[in-house]
């Protein structure tokens, strides 16, 4: 029999909440995350609004003196790593080394040290190159991201990377899921982090017509799933984390069990990088294979965290693949769209839209779809607009789709 794999901490810095405990009752209420830029003087841009997060304190992390050799994500991943270390009732101070070789760090993200990169490149051609980071190279790949979270706690397992576009955290989550179900480790910190909020990135997305360009004016309203005037996503920044563990192991040592991670299932529709097929055969398939392997059926689910990213095509299409994939039943299970309220935070959205659905879980109730005043006619499902709902929530879909033709989903269920 395989090992049962649970989600035993949680930590938290997104654009509606710094720490869980603000992530949550921001969700609860439907509280929007997103403003206009001040990292940067957006004006001659054609967007000026994301998901930043201007509050957060990147040296409380990370030193000043190290501050410019490293990614924003650095510091954004080690403060939601910190939180569910600890939320979990681990004291890496206190461990054996035996102990911290049996933890490790699987970390999906979809433009890692993008960011950074754009900078060392400004930086470089404005010819100002004794400012460039004498660790331009390494910081500037997505491989050392785990392994500054690896060197800060010392844990000396897994530091693996997934980079799959917008479903990399989930299929990271999937990742440490397979290998704790295969006995490989019983321990895992694992989620997402992306901070693609710049000048650059802003203008690349903008040429492929991607963004929300109509509500500079009202940002909070401007991240709208599943609405008829939605104009584009929102790009978003923040990290989610959580320990993956074995239950045994977490039993064993007393911790506090959020839910139980009992199906996950991936597949490519082979279509185009960026487009979406208008066939939801794949992403319907992707939730169907999780279904499967957690043992449960279209009527054991009661509720489902879309990917809803605010664009014509993927709200049609992941509208199209829940109704495949749960038939019926689909019209009668209440949905809803984190993005929404913190815009797109690329890579991490998937392991956002887990730590939303915990939430969900645990305070039975359900984050509601703001923006949604205008439906579309071909979005016809439950999306709990604008106003939380109160449910019972044994068992949920947690799905994600993206760039490449990737498609993810997750199954949790709540322990009694």
């Known amino acids: 029999?395989?090992?049962?794999v649970v989600i035993t901490g949680m930590g938290v810095v997104s654009p509606n909440g710094i720490g869980k405990e603000d992530f949550c009752r921001a969700v609860l209420a439907?509280?929007?995350?997103?403003?206009?830029?001040?990292?940067?003087?957006?004006?001659?841009?054609?967007?000026?609004?994301?998901?930043?997060?201007?509050?957060?304190?990147?040296?409380?992390?990370?030193?000043?003196?190290?501050?410019?050799?490293?990614?924003?994500?650095?510091?954004?991943?080690?403060?939601?790593?910190?939180?569910?270390?600890?939320?979990?009732?681990?004291?890496?101070?206190?461990?054996?080394?035996?102990?911290?070789?049996?933890?490790?760090?699987?970390?999906g993200t979809g433009g890692g040290a993008q960011e950074f990169s754009e900078e060392q490149y400004r930086l470089w051609h404005a010819g100002q190159i004794r400012q460039v980071s004498l660790f331009c190279i390494p910081s500037g790949t997505m491989g050392t991201i785990p392994s500054e979270i690896s060197m800060r706690f010392g844990f000396?397992?897994?530091?693996?990377?997934?980079?799959?576009?917008?479903?990399?955290?989930?299929?990271?989550?999937?990742?440490?899921?397979?290998?704790?179900?295969?006995?490989?480790?019983?321990?895992?910190?694992?989620?997402?982090?992306?901070?693609?909020?710049?000048?650059?990135?802003?203008?690349?997305?903008?040429m492929l017509h991607a963004l929300a360009q109509s509500w500079n004016d009202q940002p909070e309203r401007a991240s709208r799933p599943f609405s008829k005037d939605r104009s584009?996503?929102?790009?978003?920044?923040g990290s989610w984390m959580f320990i993956l563990e074995d239950y045994d192991h977490a039993r064993n040592r007393g911790a506090r069990i959020y839910a139980e991670i009992t199906g996950y299932g991936s597949t490519c529709e082979a279509f185009h990088r960026v487009r979406m097929s208008e066939s939801p055969e794949e992403p319907a398939r992707a939730i169907s294979l999780?279904?499967?392997?957690?043992?449960?059926?279209?009527?054991?689910?009661?509720?489902?965290?879309?990917?809803?990213?605010?664009?014509?095509?993927?709200?049609?299409?992941?509208?199209?693949?829940?109704?495949?994939?749960?038939?019926?039943?689909?019209?009668?299970?209440?949905?809803?769209?984190?993005?929404?309220?913190i815009g797109h935070a690329q890579g991490a959205c998937g392991s956002a839209s887990l730590a939303a659905t915990l939430i969900a879980m645990e305070h039975g109730k359900i984050p509601p779809t703001i923006n949604l005043e205008v439906p579309d006619p071909e979005c016809d499902l439950d999306y709990v607009p604008d106003v939380g709902r109160t449910a019972n929530i044994e068992h949920a879909i947690c799905n994600c789709v993206g760039f490449g033709s990737k498609n993810s989903a997750l199954i949790l269920k709540k322990i009694a």
Not at 232 to 237: R, T
Not at 310 to 321: G, P, Y
């Open 232 to 237: 584009g996503f929102v790009l978003a920044e």
């Open 1 to 4: 029999m395989q090992p049962r």
């Open 30 to 107: 439907g509280k929007s995350g997103v403003k206009r830029i001040t990292r940067f003087d957006p004006s001659s841009l054609a967007v000026h609004i994301g998901g930043e997060i201007p509050e957060f304190n990147e040296l409380a992390w990370v030193d000043a003196r190290e501050r410019k050799h490293v990614s924003r994500v650095v510091p954004l991943a080690i403060a939601a790593s910190t939180e569910a270390v600890k939320d979990a009732g681990l004291d890496p101070s206190a461990m054996s080394m035996d102990e911290k070789r049996e933890i490790g760090v699987v970390l």
């Open 290 to 341: 999780a279904m499967e392997e957690a043992g449960v059926q279209p009527e054991d689910i009661q509720y489902v965290n879309l990917h809803g990213t605010s664009t014509e095509m993927n709200d049609r299409v992941e509208t199209r693949a829940a109704k495949l994939a749960l038939g019926a039943r689909a019209y009668k299970i209440p949905m809803s769209g984190l993005k929404s309220q």
């Open 156 to 206: 000396r397992g897994y530091s693996h990377v997934v980079t799959a576009g917008c479903t990399s955290s989930t299929d990271a989550l999937g990742y440490a899921y397979q290998h704790i179900q295969a006995g490989v480790q019983p321990m895992f910190l694992v989620g997402g982090v992306d901070s693609p909020i710049t000048a650059g990135i802003i203008k690349g997305y903008s």
